[in-house]
């Protein structure tokens, strides 16, 4: 079982920056690919970024390519989604998941989720 813990969620003024972290704990937690989706009311949870154990393998969304990273720190079981130049349409609630294996888009392959942050971009 793997627990993950989401926060730094918050309301930030459009083209701001904020960082939501996600802390893992439990058994090998430190060997699954982690992800970010979002979740924005009425619509489809959406993947948004990726990145494997060891963090050689990074994957986005087009939608926050070039404004969002992901990274993490293996020694400390947390990873980051530091975002930039924030737009309203980037609010959701963010989810962090894992996954045995390599990163992916797939909400579907991850098997463990946070209960989300809320990030709110105000226009």
Known sequence: ?????????????????LRVSCAASGRASSNYAMGWFRQAPGKEREFVAAISWSGGSILYADSVKGRFT???DSAKNTV???????????????????R??????AKSSYGYWGQGTQVTVSS
């Open 1 to 17: 079982q793997v627990q993950l813990v989401e926060s730094g969620g918050g309301l930030v003024q459009a083209g701001g920056s």
């Open 80 to 98: 980051y989604l530091q975002m930039n130049r924030l737009k309203p349409e980037d609010t959701a609630v963010y989810y962090c998941a894992a």
């Open 100 to 105: 045995y294996g390599t990163s992916g888009s």
């Open 70 to 72: 992901i990274s993490r």
